[in-house]
């Protein structure tokens, strides 16, 4: 038994306990533990403070006790797990084995979240159906690790799919800021809604043909009688489709949002989708919002976009996650770098490696934002942009102030109108924001770009 079985293992019984995965801190805990490190030792590794990891820990450790024993702390995990891991695996081996055809259908692995049973869609319109067991294929779908807030976010994306039917969504948002994971919490609470859920990914680049036969296939491997198109599935059953990653099939060096030139007949796809009739539910991932759901959306068609901004308040449990100090300094850090999880999670490892967690010393300085690691991140989004875009992002960048647009700037080559289309696209990619000045709305970078654009 490895340490990553036993984190596995771990993880699955606290799914199982309180369907949440274990946070990162309580992953390097269990992995501690299991190396018989002591608290200062994985507090060090983790760049947080030791009382912090003995809180933790201590939560953990009550989770487990039911499984482990009344007596459980961090000097018996070990040995307590290695007891119950070998008495599981001699009860559960011949179970396991009974199962293994059912679940490896196709050379893929089937999971749910709940567990890792294969499980058969109730036929359409059957009695049990307000209470379903979907068939669920989350094996290309990130792991969900912390996840704090989005009770907003969740609650509008239940509303449009469960009350409003709602057969096209897109969330768009900056890298890292917390699409995929949004979308798994969603999963977790609406499964019993469906009777297929798939998550596949884009990252690769499938045609649309192939995309097609994978999820054809997934259909497949229910006991239902097979259909000849996806529409036919979205029809006969109640499907959620998560593609991940949408962005791959864009272009770099156009507007936001143009495919490829061999993946244009995605965008008519999502339009089928979105205007005929059935019962499913398709959901883009992507950095950018395609263009052409704006005009579905105009048209009054089932269609819906949740343009996906950083945590508020919230984002606290991110740095008292990491263990920072200065605590009456931590909303001032959250509304620098705008509540984006992944570029609070970057920032506080920075705080402890140059001032040991202290963000006081870390704003001490106050005047400009600093970006270290944040560099490359946001360097990808600015290497898509077209040449407009540059040049309206640059021009933007070099005003003091938000700007008004409705007159044509002095200091720009662009044309108002692709000065109009720039902007618009770069609002698409969430580099730049529409902000009200009094009563005008009036447009600005987003101001972490704005300060890598001034460093640079
Ligand atoms: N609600 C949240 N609470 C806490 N941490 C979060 C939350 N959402 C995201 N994160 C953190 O940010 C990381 C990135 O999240 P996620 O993978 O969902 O982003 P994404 O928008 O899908 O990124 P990409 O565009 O690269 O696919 C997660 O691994 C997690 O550490
Ligand atoms: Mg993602």
Redesign the pocket.
């Known amino acids: 038994m490895n340490v990553e079985d036993v984190v596995e293992w771990v993880n699955n019984l606290i799914v199982d306990k309180t369907g949440e995965h274990l946070t990162?801190l309580q992953e390097a805990i269990v992995t501690g533990a299991w190396q018989r490190q002591k608290y200062p030792q994985i507090a060090k590794d983790f760049h947080c403070s030791e009382s912090h990891v003995k809180k933790e820990a201590a939560k953990l450790w009550e989770k487990l006790r039911e499984e482990l024993g009344e007596d459980l702390n961090k000097l018996n995990f070990r040995s307590k797990l290695e007891k119950k891991y070998r008495v599981s695996q001699a009860s559960q081996l011949g179970h396991c084995l009974l199962q293994i055809d059912n679940i490896n259908i196709g050379g893929q692995f089937i999971q749910t979240i709940e567990d890792t049973k294969i499980r058969s869609p109730n036929p359409p319109n059957s009695p049990q159906n307000n209470e379903r067991s979907p068939l669920i294929d989350l094996t290309e779908a990130?792991e969900l690790?912390?996840?704090?807030?989005?009770t907003s976010e969740l609650s509008t994306l239940k509303q449009w799919i469960l009350q409003a039917h709602t057969r096209l969504i897109t969330v768009y948002?900056?890298?890292?800021?917390?699409?995929?994971?949004?979308?798994?919490?969603l999963i977790e609470q609406t499964q019993t809604e469906f009777d297929y859920i798939i998550w596949l990914s884009l990252t690769n680049t499938p045609t649309l043909s192939t995309l097609q036969t994978e999820l054809k296939q997934f259909f497949g491997r229910s006991p239902q009688p097979p259909l000849p198109t996806i529409i036919d599935y979205f029809r006969a059953s109640r499907c959620l489709v998560i593609l991940?990653?949408v962005?791959n099939i864009f272009s770099s060096g156009q507007l936001a949002g143009e495919y490829l030139a061999e993946y244009k007949d995605y965008g008519k796809f999502f339009k089928q989708i979105a205007t005929s009739s059935h019962q499913s539910c398709l959901i883009l991932?992507?950095?950018e919002k395609p263009r052409e759901i704006t005009a579905l959306e105009a048209e009054n068609r089932p269609a819906r976009t949740l343009h996906?901004k950083g945590?508020g308040e919230?984002?606290a449990?991110?740095l008292r996650e990491k263990g920072l100090a200065d605590e009456e300094k931590w909303s001032d850090l959250i509304a620098l770098y705008q509540g984006h999880?992944?570029w609070l999670?970057i920032i506080a490892a920075t705080i402890w490696e140059l001032f040991d967690g202290s963000v006081s010393l870390f704003l001490a300085d106050g005047t400009d934002l600093f970006l270290g690691d944040l560099e490359p991140i946001l360097e990808s989004h600015l290497e898509r942009l077209s040449d407009s875009e540059n040049k309206a992002f640059y021009w933007l960048a070099s005003q003091n102030e938000a700007v008004d647009i409705s007159q044509q700037p002095t200091d720009s080559d662009l044309s108002k109108s692709e000065l109009w289309q720039a902007i618009q696209s770069l609002a698409r990619r969430s580099l730049v924001e529409k902000i009200l000045v009094g009563s005008r709305s009036k447009f600005q970078i987003n101001p972490v770009f704005q300060q890598y654009i001034k460093s640079k």
């Open positions: 990162p990130p690790t912390s996840f704090y807030d989005r948002g900056l890298s890292r800021i917390g699409k995929s994971a949004l979308t798994l919490k991940d990653d962005h991932l992507c950095w996906l945590l919230e984002a449990e991110i999880p992944s999670n």
